[in-house]
């Protein structure tokens, strides 16, 4: 069947294309999508080389919502007209027969997938929103760091960078009770952190962090999430920690090796948390279920709504840096062809 699909070509430039889908496997589903939300950081290190991604041309995004439309004949726990949260579509192809690289996919206007996959689909709750559970993975990285790390109640954590996943921690932590020092450049996400949960922020762009985080807690914080996935940030954000504390790798550093002063956290003897992916089903149910009941407020993160035609353009937005208030994404696949 035919879709419409955001696409990245070699020169990183963004347009809308009609793809080809393969036709439904017994084992599959197929979702008629309404929602997609964008992950800047990870979707745009793919999108740059940062990470390994499969030749051009991409097709991006790995969260979303929609409605079952069709359902293979192996399939007996989805029906037609289940509201459904999914992780990416199965493959594509442009109209001339070119392979797309699905990484991983959402960004389509139809999904076809095995949903019952680590990376599959499952069922949204009554009272969840469509528009804000699109961006689950977000916050589903978040706790799975919160998770492994265990911050407990009455410790300071400091989450150094809140861009989506830095306010999914900040969230979590909150939650348990900790006291949540932020730390960004951005004066906006401060702010999105704030109502969060962060009870101090730090603006780092006019602002010593070290000095500043002393006179917080003096000798560090129990548990530091580094979430900017720069790898110059890393030996200020382990500098942060306590003796015996806590550092958690909670943003992606890219396919190249990285570089750290082994001093640092020797001599803290620190104990380090490297979480990958969104914790699978455990992560994201949490996270829905919270959304549903409203105890997450992700809607809050959610600085950009859009309809599915003008995508191009604010992923041409995001990719140069034009627009620094660009937070959260959600592209609305609903609206009719204008």
């Avoid at 192996?74 to 001339?96: H, K, L, P, Q, S």
């Avoid at 989506?164 to 730390?183: E, F, P, Y």
């Avoid at 030996?235 to 090796?257: E, M, N, T």
């Amino acid at each position: 069947m035919d879709a419409q699909a955001l696409i990245c070509d070699q020169m990183q430039q963004f347009t809308m294309e009609t793809v080809q889908l393969k036709d439904l496997r017994s084992d599959q589903i197929g979702i008629r999508t309404h929602y997609t939300g964008v992950s800047i950081g990870t979707e745009f290190a793919l999108i740059r080389g940062k990470i390994s991604s499969g030749p051009y041309p991409l097709c991006t995004g790995y969260m979303g919502s929609g409605i079952v439309e069709s359902v293979g004949s192996e399939i007996d726990n989805f029906n037609v007209g289940d509201r459904v949260y999914f992780r990416g579509n199965a493959d594509m192809r442009m109209m001339d027969g070119a392979d797309v690289s699905c990484v991983s996919g959402a960004h389509c206007s139809y999904i076809v997938l095995n949903p019952n996959t680590t990376h599959g689909a499952a069922h949204l709750p009554a009272g969840a929103s469509m528009e804000t559970t699109s961006m689950f993975v977000m916050p589903a990285v978040a706790l799975y760091g919160v998770d492994m790390a265990n911050p407990r109640m009455g410790q300071t954590v400091i989450v150094h960078g809140t861009g989506l996943i830095g306010l999914g921690v900040v969230a979590a932590c909150a939650n348990r009770g900790c006291t949540v020092v932020a730390v960004d450049l951005s004066p906006k996400r401060l702010e999105i952190a704030q109502q969060m949960g962060a009870d101090y922020l730090i603006y780092a762009e006019d602002q010593d962090v070290e000095t500043e985080v002393m006179k917080i807690v003096s000798g560090g914080a129990d548990c530091v999430f580094e979430c900017t996935g720069l790898p110059e940030y890393i030996d200020l954000a382990i500098r942060l920690c306590r003796q015996f504390g806590s550092f958690v790798w909670q943003g992606h550093y890219g396919s190249k090796p990285i570089a750290m002063d082994f001093s640092s956290p020797h001599g803290r003897r620190l104990q380090m948390f490297f979480p990958c992916d969104d914790g699978w089903q455990p992560c994201r149910r949490a996270v829905i279920k919270n959304i549903a009941m409203r105890t997450l407020q992700w809607e809050r993160c959610i600085s950009h709504r859009i309809a599915w035609q003008d995508s191009p353009a604010i992923f041409d937005q995001i990719n140069h840096g034009h627009n620094p208030d660009i937070i959260g994404v959600v592209i609305d696949w609903t609206k009719p062809v204008r």
